[in-house]
């Protein structure tokens, strides 16, 4: 069974940070195409890389099947769900919930 499980949010202040984690399982993380996206209140989906403009990092640990995401200088437009997903497996996890407030 393909499952992606998101944690580490949380609510800080503007310009904290937060670490986030995305384990996967039924599959390996290495070589796979899982991302990082979100959504904001009233928003669509975006990548979080992208978004971010050089303030998030993401990082993988393969033998632990683990997808980190570094969010740094976190601001109130930040704020969302958090969430991993595999487009060729049409999974995502439930997400995990970030709030930044100013």
């Known amino acids: 069974e393909v499952r992606l499980v998101e944690s580490g949010g949380g609510f800080v202040q503007a310009g904290e940070s937060l670490r986030l984690s995305c384990v996967v399982s039924g599959f390996a993380l290495s070589g796979s195409d899982v991302k990082w996206a979100r959504r904001g209140p009233g928003k669509g989906p975006e990548w979080v890389l992208s978004a971010g403009q050089g303030r998030f990092t993401i990082t993988r ?17 930040d704020t969302g769900l958090y969430y991993c997903t595999s487009t060729s497996r049409g999974s995502s996890g439930p997400g995990t919930q970030v709030t930044v407030s100013s």
């Open 61 to 77: 640990d393969n033998a632990e099947n683990t997808l980190w995401l570094q969010l740094n200088n976190l601001q109130p437009e």
